[in-house]
């Protein structure tokens, strides 16, 4: 995977982005929102774009082409003493799974540190046994509190 490339998000990636989100929420039945609609996607890329501080959305590329996406956001933990990088979405298209995209995606997120990150949250559906084993590998846990959650 020699031209694998994360970079930020371009408005000309919009074609792209918003089929993979629609997958990623289609696909993953064990969301707590449901379904995902445009206008939540464009809120969240126009926040994303126009308050970096929120978080970022990044598109994974080889030679042109893009093969998937993560977006990030952040807190303050006191518990970690620092930065909780969250990994909100990640989806790596069908036809690119399996070859090693993800991990070169973590490897290079944990290099980095851009953010000064202590640590790394991310959501995965419970039953998705294959993916939990993945994110396993790359060392995350299940916390041992239990995360709720209300709307606002």
């Known amino acids: 995977m020699q031209n694998l490339i994360?970079?930020?998000y371009r408005e000309s990636d919009f074609n792209e982005l918003e089929p993979m989100i629609l997958e990623l929420y289609a696909d993953d039945n064990a969301?707590?929102?449901g379904s995902m609609t445009q206008e939540q996607i464009i809120?969240?890329?126009k926040t994303m774009t126009t308050q970096p501080e929120v978080g970022s959305i990044l598109v994974f590329e080889i030679e042109g082409q893009t093969v998937g996406y993560a977006i990030l956001t952040w807190f303050w933990s006191n518990e970690f003493g620092?930065?909780?990088l969250?990994?909100?979405e990640l989806l790596v298209k069908k036809s690119w799974r399996n070859q090693g995209i993800a991990s070169r995606f973590f490897e290079w997120r944990f290099a980095e540190r851009r953010y000064g990150e202590m640590a790394y949250e991310l959501e995965v559906g419970a039953k998705k046994e294959d993916t939990i084993r993945f994110y396993e590998k790359q060392g995350f846990k299940p916390f041992k509190t239990k995360h709720l959650f209300r709307k606002a």
């Open 82 to 84: 620092g930065r909780m």
């Open 6 to 8: 994360f970079r930020a």
């Open 31 to 33: 969301t707590t929102v």
């Open 43 to 45: 809120r969240t890329i």
């Open 86 to 88: 969250i990994i909100d």
